[in-house]
């Protein structure tokens, strides 16, 4: 084999992974995401799409919506998920993110009764499960070097009080 054939498939190879980086591995990364999230929470689970830009390594995820226990509405949401990496994260062992920016985050908490929310499903499914002793363990290491929140909102909803 010659040595252009041998760059000719190299850069065959190159181009395939890019184009699967790009438009093959969000709409998987997507539905196992929702798969993996609805059967965690007990709750649907729904994400409008999410993209990656390999050559910004830039991951997106957009219409994220965590359902009410019941269904009726949406209780934690936002519009948009923007992550940029950076390449240091290869030489830190760490995710070292340049920038994270959360567009219209939306919660909605309402309380249902004295010591009741509808949250409470979700701190009754993480006491349900037993901790298992760890050994000690070095924090998770990690950089944001510009965190972005804009547009977002928290609606309490006191029913027993009947205030919103």
Excluded: W
Aim: hydrophobic share 45%.
């Amino acid at each position: 084999m010659s040595f252009k054939r041998k760059i000719i498939i190299a850069l065959g190879v190159a181009v395939g992974l890019l184009l699967f980086a790009t438009y093959g591995m969000p709409p998987i990364l997507r539905a196992v995401a929702e798969k993996k999230l609805t059967e965690a929470l007990g709750r649907k689970v729904t994400i409008g799409a999410v993209a990656f830009n390999p050559f910004l390594i830039e991951f997106t995820v957009n219409g994220f919506d965590v359902a009410e226990p019941d269904g009726s509405g949406s209780f934690v949401s936002f519009e948009r998920l923007r992550a940029n990496l950076q390449l240091s994260s290869v030489c830190r062992r760490a995710p070292v993110l340049s920038e994270l920016t959360l567009d219209r985050p939306r919660v909605h908490i309402v309380r249902t009764a004295a010591s009741a929310y509808n949250f409470s499903d979700l701190l009754k499914k993480k006491e349900e499960k037993p901790q298992e002793p760890k050994a000690e363990e070095s924090p998770a290491r990690f950089f944001v070097g510009n965190l972005r929140v804009t547009d977002g909102a928290v609606e309490f909803d006191n029913r027993p009080a009947g205030k919103k």
